[in-house]
């Protein structure tokens, strides 16, 4: 596995994710944050690879990338049950949940 840091830039995980493409014709890239991978998003289907990002960033869904994979679910998923088990044992009183 070969890696590179992008500092959390997204020009350098552009730039990083291009020298990998020339380089290593990777099957997937990786990259943990979304200003990395709406920049990728704009060349990856072009360039053959499938990119993994990690982020609950719904713009990256709305940009229609067919090879996207991305993890994690939104933060209201994972809220979802604490914030229903408060909301039951408030007897309702807050503001009515909706499901993510």
């Given at each position: 596995?070969?890696?590179?840091?992008?500092?959390?830039?997204?020009?350098?995980?552009?730039?990083?994710?291009?020298?990998?493409?020339?380089?290593?014709?990777?099957?997937f890239?990786?990259?943990?944050?979304?200003?990395?991978?709406?920049?990728?998003?704009?060349?990856?289907?072009?360039e053959?690879?499938?990119?993994?990002?990690?982020?609950?960033?719904?713009?990256?869904l709305?940009?229609g990338?067919?090879w996207?994979?991305?993890?994690?679910?939104?933060?209201?998923?994972?809220?979802?049950?604490?914030?229903?088990?408060?909301?039951?044992?408030?007897?309702?009183?807050?503001?009515?949940?909706?499901?993510?």
């Amino acid at each position: 596995m070969n890696s590179l840091d992008d500092r959390y830039r997204p020009a350098d995980a552009v730039t990083n994710a291009r020298r990998f493409v020339e380089l290593h014709k990777p099957p997937f890239i990786f990259c943990p944050h979304s200003g990395g991978i709406l920049g990728m998003l704009k060349f990856n289907e072009q360039e053959g690879f499938i990119l993994h990002g990690y982020t609950d960033n719904t713009a990256i869904l709305q940009q229609g990338n067919k090879w996207l994979v991305k993890a994690p679910m939104s933060m209201g998923f994972y809220n979802f049950g604490i914030m229903e088990m408060g909301w039951k044992k408030d007897g309702g009183k807050g503001p009515p949940l909706r499901d993510p």
